[in-house]
């Protein structure tokens, strides 16, 4: 495996479900990102982890959890999802978490929340 | 107020016609850096440039050029004679520290999508 993968691509889950997103990069990077993808909208940050801070959007909901055990992997908890939480969800990492490192993306989880 | 702007939702061209993206951002830092990303229909971002906000130069890649502009705020992205296979989505993105963390964070503009016809 190379690049940045997210499984699964596609989940369809209804509002009472509980599911994880998971995310693993294989580039050595130390710094990973959760973003939120909506139709008409820019891409929405959600959370960074580097390896000494974590950094959240306040707007996302506690229904969004995120979970960072190591550097190479990424995971986000989601529980009690509302229609409009249907969206592309992008992971991405970067060397580190400073302004100027570019960041590299996985291919994104599809979810429509039911 | 949006951080980046591009203000072309959607272009068509033909192939081997030259196209701009055009791409606005604002900010209050002196130091910033600017990237374009492409996004194909399989939906992963892919990086194509980054520019620092001291560095006006602007820089070719084979068919890709971007203009970097400080005096109008501007970044545009450039495709010459373009083809069928850069049909995609195109994300401007400026990165400036948050306040308090050492951590930046992107603000991504719209996107433009971008459809070349054969």
């Known amino acids: 495996e190379t690049g940045v993968t997210q499984t699964p691509r596609h989940l369809v889950m209804g509002m009472t479900n509980k599911k994880s997103l998971k995310c693993e990069q294989h580039l050595g990077h130390n710094a990973m990102y959760w973003y939120k993808q909506s139709a008409k909208k820019p891409l929405e940050l959600m959370f960074v982890?580097?390896?000494?801070?974590?950094?959240e959007n306040n707007s996302v909901p506690s229904r969004f959890s995120p979970e960072c055990p190591n550097s190479s992997h990424l995971f986000l908890h989601l529980h009690t999802l509302q229609p409009e939480d249907s969206a592309l969800y992008l992971c991405?990492?970067?060397?580190?978490?400073?302004?100027?490192?570019?960041?590299?993306f996985g291919p994104g989880t599809r979810l429509t929340v039911t | 107020a949006q951080k980046v702007t591009q203000a072309q939702t959607e272009i068509s061209v033909v192939e081997k016609e030259d196209v701009t993206l055009d791409c606005v951002y604002e900010t209050r830092d002196t130091t910033y850096y600017l990237f374009w990303y492409k996004q194909p229909p399989s939906g992963e971002l892919v990086f194509l440039i980054r520019r620092n906000s001291f560095d006006e130069q602007n820089e070719i890649s084979g068919r890709y050029s971007w203009n970097f502009q400080k005096s109008t705020s501007s970044f545009n992205f450039t495709i010459t004679a373009s083809q069928v296979v850069d049909s995609a989505v195109y994300f401007c993105?400026?990165?400036?520290?948050?306040?308090?963390?050492?951590?930046?964070?992107?603000?991504f503009g719209r996107g433009t999508q971008l459809t070349v016809w054969p």
């Open positions: 982890y580097s390896l000494e801070e974590r950094v």
């Open positions: 993105a400026l990165s400036e520290a948050d306040r308090g963390s050492t951590l930046g964070r992107l603000y």
């Open positions: 991405a990492s970067s060397q580190d978490g400073v302004r100027f490192n570019e960041q590299y």
